[in-house]
């Protein structure tokens, strides 16, 4: 009995589960930052300080996953937004023209430009992916931003944030446009190693090709810190500039816009916004858009990957959540040098599990650039017209940007007056068309889709020339099956299916 008690006196004296959580953080911190440190002696000659700037974000990043357990946000405390936290568009005045230049000599242009076009079976920079008239999205902003500077004679620069899977390429790349009037800057996202999910160890043995699967770019929220780090901030504010207008660079709506430039340069002085978002209606294509609420007393970017799971089909409610974010973004460069010096940033780090082709589980932490909207004083949304959110991020949306349905202007894509509603077809293409190579072998030529509604196609389908697709078309070529749709076609809500049987729909 005796012994029994010396055993329950002894399990009192254990560290609580809290002190042994914080023991084994502290554990796994360190244990960080000794591989961390072993893996810098790899760096490239030249690269170890801005290495060790790196790592530093990382390590930061990393404690924070460590320490930041349970959910991002508590459903109880989220208050859907007031109206007047929304501004309309439409309510929006113009610039006069003898404004509009000294508008624009406050501006900088940001394009994301760290992805690859493997999803769409490409290699390289997604930016070099053909969208029109044998020009790429690069291209097209390289234009827009030329059409710009030509008109109202100035010098809007266009910054490029790359990252180290399309840097190299890109720089190639941007050697073409050496006669065009645009100064074009670049800067890297950072590079972080990816973390062994069982270890919660680094995975790279070192800088070396050898090792190159171990890294990846941790996501757009990267942004400030790096442009910081790349001196281009500094930059730009000494040059009189006052606000970045960020967004992807594969969004083919995310032009220049004077409206919302004039209401950020001009608005009075106690009231200018230090961050605007660009958020659109939603529909139900869009239901997994990250929305803004308010949340403690400030404006939030909730994303989908932060809901309860009980909470998803709440969230996806049009009428609910009635908008979402475009990731379109206007910040104010000052407010950008604050947050960053004074460490004020926050954004949620998203956890991204991934398997490597080695079978090795690992952890991705990353964040978005939005959600650092919290961290600026008198942020705003914009609701605007869906024109500018037309992101190309499959084969299905390429198809839609490539057809009739737009016309081309100076780099910019506006849609054709012929087109009796406004809205966006809705297109879904099979796996078959995935890559852009088989999704251009299969059309002949691209579909008139001035009238389509509703676009289903699945299986072995190829498309003649000058076919024109209305109203509701579904074609499914069942397994072992192939459909040709004759030259010529004219479907109109159609399903084709089996041996190219057309019905009526």
């Not at 002190?19 to 244990?31: L, T, V």
């Not at 900088?108 to 290699?123: D, R, Y």
């Not at 605007?276 to 609420?293: F, N, P």
Request: hydrophobic share 35%; with cysteine; aromatic share 8%.
């Amino acid at each position: 009995m005796a012994a029994n008690a010396n055993f329950v006196r002894g399990h009192k004296r254990t560290p609580s589960d809290a002190e042994f959580r914080d023991a084994m953080r502290k554990d796994a911190q360190s244990a960080m930052n000794k591989e961390l440190n072993k893996l810098l002696t790899t760096a490239p000659p030249g690269w170890q300080e801005q290495g060790r700037k790196e790592f530093d974000g990382f390590e930061n990043l990393f404690g924070r996953f460590l320490r930041e357990t349970g959910p991002s946000v508590e459903w109880e405390k989220l208050k859907l937004l007031p109206p007047e936290a929304i501004k309309k568009y439409n309510e929006l005045s113009s610039p006069s023209p003898q404004d509009t230049k000294n508008l624009l000599n406050n501006l900088v242009v940001i394009k994301l430009n760290g992805g690859l076009g493997t999803s769409m079976g490409c290699t390289g920079p997604k930016s070099a992916i053909q969208v029109r008239n044998e020009l790429t999205f690069l291209d097209m902003n390289v234009q827009q931003i030329e059409h710009l500077n030509k008109t109202y004679g100035v010098d809007v620069p266009l910054v490029l944030m790359n990252s180290f899977n399309t840097d190299e390429d890109t720089q190639k790349i941007l050697r073409k446009y050496s006669q065009i009037k645009v100064s074009i800057f670049t800067f890297n996202q950072s590079r972080y190693p990816r973390i062994n999910r069982d270890t919660l160890m680094p995975v790279p043995r070192s800088f070396g090709e050898d090792s190159i699967e171990g890294w990846y770019p941790p996501g757009h929220g990267d942004v400030y810190n790096s442009l910081y780090n790349s001196g281009l901030l500094e930059k730009f504010i000494k040059d009189g500039k006052k606000f970045i207008f960020i967004s992807n660079i594969d969004n083919m709506g995310a032009t220049v816009d004077l409206n919302i430039l004039n209401f950020l340069v001009n608005s009075p002085q106690s009231e200018a916004p230090e961050f605007v978002m660009e958020v659109t209606d939603k529909t139900r294509a869009d239901v997994k858009g990250g929305t803004l609420i308010e949340y403690e007393g400030k404006l939030r970017l909730l994303e989908y990957a932060q809901v309860p799971s009980d909470h998803v089909d709440e969230f996806k409610s049009v009428s609910k959540f009635k908008i979402f974010n475009t990731n379109n973004l206007w910040i104010s460069l000052d407010a950008i040098k604050r947050n960053v010096e004074e460490e004020t940033l926050h954004m949620e780090i998203i956890v991204n599990p991934k398997t490597l082709d080695n079978g090795m589980n690992v952890i991705q932490l990353e964040t978005a650039v939005g959600a650092a909207i919290k961290s600026f004083d008198r942020a705003v949304g914009i609701n605007v017209p869906r024109s500018r959110f037309l992101p190309v991020k499959t084969t299905s949306d390429l198809l839609i940007v490539m057809s009739n349905l737009y016309a081309m202007r100076t780099g910019s894509l506006e849609m054709s007056p012929k087109r009796s509603f406004p809205s966006v077809p809705l297109v879904k293409l099979g796996h078959q068309f995935s890559k852009v190579k088989d999704f251009l072998n299969r059309f002949a030529s691209i579909p008139d889709l001035l009238e389509l509604d509703h676009l289903t196609v699945a299986g072995d389908v190829n498309f003649g020339k000058n076919v024109s697709l209305r109203g509701t078309v579904i074609i499914i070529a069942n397994h072992g099956e192939k459909i040709d749709i004759p030259m010529g076609s004219i479907l109109e809500n159609k399903i084709v299916s089996g041996n190219l049987r057309i019905l009526d729909h």
